[in-house]
T-cell receptor, first 117, second 108 residues
Framework: GAGVSQSPSNKVTEKGKDVELRCDPISGHTALYWYRQSLGQGLEFLIYFQGNSAPDKSGLPSDRFSAERTGGSVSTLTIQRTQQEDSAVYLC???????????????FGPGTRLLVL | GQNIDQPTEMTATEGAIVQINCTYQTSGFNGLFWYQQHAGEAPTFLSYNVLDGLEEKGRFSSFLSRSKGYSYLLLKELQMKDSASYLCAVSSDYKLSFGAGTTVTVRA
């Protein structure tokens, strides 16, 4: 597709349930990132995938959060046993680190708005 | 750790100029980005600075001083559609660390 896409656009769940959020990066982009944006807060880095390298998981807030990227393209962020503080917008971005001047420019998807009741 | 500071809010009049400052203290530096984010939408790329100096792109310019850990985004000839949040982000090791964003309100 032309840009980064994410699904679902909105998700309402009950505390304790698991959720899966999906990201389709821009075709050909080898790097993929997940961020979380809570109300009134800056974007918080969660995890980074680059090609076939081991992901950088240093931003994941707890072991309830995990992510995988299949075939170097689509990624899924899973939150287990959701808590109310997990309510936020989850943004995915992709980039092509080998191209041009602004080679690390990250292009963002529209995000998934998660509300945990 | 990463520390990126920018003002929370700014208000300006249509047609005017606004300057959004960003100061940073980070471990590692691969460049500084500015993004624009309208309410309920994804951040969109505005500018990228990796060398000291001014980068101009139409009505928007961005400045960087690496020795001072300082950048600014200059918005000229403000239009109502420029009302948005402006995010300063520092890249290190390919990760972006964001400031909390500056909400700019343009008044008629």
């Amino acid at each position: 597709g032309a840009g980064v896409s994410q699904s679902p656009s909105n998700k309402v769940t009950e505390k304790g349930k698991d959720v899966e959020l999906r990201c389709d990066p821009i075709s050909g982009h080898t790097a993929l990132y997940w961020y979380r944006q809570s109300l009134g807060q800056g974007l918080e880095f969660l995890i980074y995938f680059q090609g076939n390298s081991a992901p950088d998981k240093s931003g994941l807030p707890s072991d309830r959060f995990s992510a995988e990227r299949t075939g170097g393209s689509v990624s899924t962020l899973t939150i287990q046993r959701t808590q109310q503080e997990d309510s936020a917008v989850y943004l995915c971005a992709s980039s092509h680190p080998l191209l041009g001047d602004a080679s690390e420019t990250q292009y963002f998807g529209p995000g998934t708005r998660l509300l945990v009741l | 750790g990463q520390n990126i500071d920018q003002p929370t809010e700014m208000t300006a009049t249509e047609g005017a100029i606004v300057q959004i400052n960003c100061t940073y203290q980070t471990s590692g530096f691969n460049g500084l980005f500015w993004y624009q984010q309208h309410a309920g939408e994804a951040p969109t790329f505005l500018s990228y600075n990796v060398l000291d100096g001014l980068e101009e792109k139409g009505r928007f310019s961005s400045f960087l001083s690496r020795s001072k850990g300082y950048s600014y985004l200059l918005l000229k000839e403000l239009q109502m559609k420029d009302s948005a949040s402006y995010l300063c982000a520092v890249s290190s090791d390919y990760k972006l660390s964001f400031g909390a964003g500056t909400t700019v309100t343009v008044r008629a």
